[in-house]
């Protein structure tokens, strides 16, 4: 993945997924209305883009 991302210039941003399910379980399931696993995602996003939940 680091090499396509070196290929098609796109930053990489490595993120500790620690507690990701269980955060967008409590936090973002009933206010987006999505999946854990989506909420999970979410929740890694905002971790990458320097939010603390």
Same mark, same amino acid.
């Given at each position: 993945m680091k090499r396509k991302c070196l290929m098609n210039e796109v930053d =990489?941003?490595?993120?500790?997924?620690?507690? $990701?399910?269980?955060? #967008?379980?409590?936090?973002? $399931?009933?206010?987006? #209305?999505?999946? =854990?696993?989506?909420?999970?995602?979410?929740v890694i996003n905002r971790r990458g883009m320097g939010f603390v939940d």
């Amino acid at each position: 993945m680091k090499r396509k991302c070196l290929m098609n210039e796109v930053d =990489v941003i490595k993120v500790d997924p620690k507690n $990701t399910s269980r955060i #967008g379980k409590e936090k973002y $399931t009933k206010i987006k #209305g999505l999946s =854990v696993h989506y909420c999970a995602a979410y929740v890694i996003n905002r971790r990458g883009m320097g939010f603390v939940d």
